[in-house]
Every structure is written in structure tokens, then in C-alpha cells.
T-cell receptor, first 116, second 113 residues
Framework: KAGVTQTPRYLIKTRGQQVTLSCSPI?????VSWYQQTPGQGLQFLFE???????NKGNFPGRFSGRQFSNSRSEMNVSTLELGDSALYLC???????????????FGPGTRLLVL | KNQVEQSPQSLIILEGKNCTLQ??????????LRWYKQDTGRGPVSLTI???SENTKSNGRYTATLDADTKQSSLHITASQLSDSASYIC????????????WGAGTKLIIKP
């Protein structure tokens, strides 16, 4: 069974540009969550999608948005990039995303974004 | 405020030795606690998940303990190997309206030959 895949793996952009990152979950998984990880910081939750609907949202500005398609693939978009957006962006998938029931999340390798 | 704190921040041990990583949390109401291993430049991989009623869970050479009364967890690694070099992250799930996961900053473990 293929794992979670993320594209691209590396990306360099300049301030003010926008970027779109893609995540393909494990086959059969319907929940996709996005996280930002910066050096020295824990993972910061961005949002979770389930059945094409945003179910949870973290404390990030509106420049960060996402969507999920009918095949559960998800995209994340960041507009008007800032230097502080440089980070590793991780996507995680799970069957239904019910974290309270101890469901395991499976992470992709991440997309490393550098904003110059 | 829901928080997860891990100690130590970093740890260096010799190959073959044991070590214990700590996690204290103030998440309430508590749902479950997870330990993840994250190799440099890669996504985290789940090691264990424990609910309120579980106080020990093992995954090979990794053993996690949970004391829900003191809100503490530990991850014990036995007979360390070079491949254990990674960051170990403690994550607590709150039984709140968002069911979000609260992530610790991690402990960076380095195993030296």
C-alpha cells in the first residue's frame, strides 16, 4: 500500500508570491490534515479536511487556505508569502480523523518551502 | 491553556545504552497521548497511542508509560541503536470541540557509536 505522498518536495519562492502544495493520502483514507513545522517549534496545526469539507482549523492567518477533492487528495495554498512562512509543511492522512478514538495519523515526507 | 512540555530538549547517549524521555501535559479533558519518532527531514511516524485507561504500551524496544493522575508520560528506549537517532515528539489529544492534537516541541536524541 502506497504511503502519503507530497509534491513538490522542495520549493523556493520570493516574498509576495503564492504557492500551492499537494498531498495524496493513503488509499481509503478520507481525512487529511496539514501542519507547519519550523526549527525549534512543535508541529503547528493548520487545518483538517474530511470528505471535501474543512472540519478543523488552526490559528493561522487567512493567507493559508486549503481544499480537498472527491478522491481525498488535498491542496494547500499560501498567498502573499512572507519570510516567516519558510518551513516544512507536513500532510497527514487517517481513515476518518477521529483523534479522540486513538486513530493513527500517517505522515508524508513533507514539502520544504524556502521564502527569499 | 493546553500545553505539552518535553524534557530534555536534547540528549546524547552511547549505542547500546538505555534512555528515558519525559512528557508533561496540562491538556484537559484528556483523550489520548501519542509518541512519534521523526527522522531529520521526514514526517513523524507513530510509535504508540495510549488512552486514559492504559498505563504502559510497548512497540519493540520502545516502551511508553502514562500516569494520568500526574499528567506525565515517559518513553523508554532499550538497547539504543544508531537508527534511534531522531526527534521524539509527545502529542496529546484533547476531548474538546475541535478534537485537536497538542504537539510538544520534541526531544532530539543522538546515539553515538
Amino acid at each position: 500500500k502506497a504511503g502519503v505522498t507530497q509534491t513538490p518536495r522542495y520549493l523556493i519562492k520570493t516574498r509576495g508570491q503564492q504557492v500551492t502544495l499537494s498531498c495524496s493520502p493513503i488509499s481509503g483514507h478520507r481525512s487529511v490534515s496539514w501542519y507547519q513545522q519550523t526549527p525549534g517549534q512543535g508541529l503547528q496545526f493548520l487545518f483538517e479536511y474530511f470528505s471535501e469539507t474543512q472540519r478543523n482549523k488552526g490559528n493561522f492567518p487567512g493567507r493559508f487556505s486549503g481544499r480537498q477533492f472527491s478522491n481525498s487528495r488535498s491542496e494547500m495554498n499560501v498567498s502573499t508569502l512572507e519570510l516567516g512562512d519558510s518551513a516544512l509543511y507536513l500532510c497527514a492522512s487517517s481513515l476518518v480523523g477521529v483523534t479522540t478514538k486513538g486513530e493513527t495519523q500517517y505522515f508524508g515526507p513533507g514539502t520544504r518551502l524556502l521564502v527569499l | 491553556k493546553n500545553q505539552v512540555e518535553q524534557s530534555p530538549q536534547s540528549l546524547i547517549i552511547l549505542e547500546g545504552k538505555n534512555c528515558t524521555l519525559q512528557c508533561n501535559y496540562t491538556v484537559s479533558p484528556f483523550s489520548n497521548l501519542r509518541w512519534y519518532k521523526q527522522d531529520t527531514g521526514r514526517g513523524p511516524v507513530s510509535l504508540t497511542i495510549m488512552t486514559f485507561s492504559e498505563n504502559t504500551k510497548s512497540n519493540g524496544r520502545y516502551t511508553a508509560t502514562l500516569d494520568a493522575d500526574t499528567k506525565q508520560s515517559s518513553l523508554h528506549i532499550t538497547a539504543s541503536q544508531l537508527s534511534d537517532s531522531a526527534s521524539y515528539i509527545c502529542v496529546v489529544s484533547a476531548r474538546d470541540s475541535n478534537y485537536q492534537l497538542i504537539w510538544g516541541a520534541g526531544t532530539k536524541l543522538i546515539i553515538k557509536p
